[in-house]
């Protein structure tokens, strides 16, 4: 049987542990820490803004407030400029609540749009990695973050990057709008899809495998209700 919250926090609220944060070179805080304490969970879930499409911010915005819209989808930024190069954000026009609910042929676009803004954030010159990812816990309309990470900074790797943001110094207006413009004027061209990769010889020897992110990253908070 599924473990209900009840059950989840009988079993583990005395029995919290503490991952040896100490040893992570992209935690970005030092000194003594412990967890906090785990509340007993509520009766629901907390509503979402713009629930069922009611009061919803994104299916009121305006076209305007977007640097780039097509039929079926809207990418929009931050209010000010981040610690990170750019931080996006991709709606769909419609309202929908989480990927699942997305019909076929949006989920579909969906993918190829993913990658095609990917690609626009990459070039950003400078730009190392552009993470994907999913936080839906704000805003009820349905949503994706791209978080441009800085090259050449192992410490700010991972899902540690959304919480760097809030720490890093926000990037002179003139900077950001510049590369908000590389997104906007990569976008606005035909889309193009990279050649295919050479397929790796199986004689090669590989890397040494990356550990895994040790921590998902609370979604940005300067997305206030997103």
Not at 26 to 31: I, L, N, S
Not at 81 to 88: A, K
Not at 115 to 133: D, K, L
Request: proline residues 13%.
């Amino acid at each position: 049987m599924p473990e209900t919250p009840e059950q989840l926090y009988a079993r583990a609220s005395e029995s919290l542990r503490m991952p040896p944060v100490e040893e992570w070179d992209t935690f970005p805080f030092d000194g003594d820490m412990h967890p906090r304490t785990l509340r007993s969970p509520l009766a629901r879930e907390i509503p979402r803004a713009g629930e069922g499409g009611i009061d919803c911010r994104a299916c009121a915005a305006l076209d305007t407030a977007y640097i780039w819209t097509s039929d079926n989808w809207r990418l929009c930024t931050t209010v000010n400029p981040t610690g990170l190069p750019v931080i996006l954000i991709l709606e769909p026009r419609a309202h929908y609540g989480e990927p699942g609910d997305l019909p076929d042929d949006l989920a579909s676009e969906l993918g190829l749009l993913q990658a095609r803004i990917e690609r626009a954030v990459r070039t950003i010159p400078e730009v190392g990695r552009v993470h994907v990812c999913r936080w839906g816990d704000g805003s009820e309309h349905l949503h994706w973050w791209f978080l441009a990470r800085p090259a050449r900074f192992p410490q700010l790797i991972g899902s540690f990057a959304a919480i760097w943001d809030d720490i890093l110094p926000p990037l002179p207006e003139g900077t950001w709008r510049e590369n908000l413009a590389l997104v906007s004027s990569a976008l606005e061209r035909p889309p193009v899809s990279p050649p295919p990769q050479l397929e790796r010889s199986k004689s090669r020897p590989s890397r040494e495998p990356s550990p895994p992110a040790p921590h998902r990253a609370a979604r940005p908070r300067r997305s206030g209700t997103r």
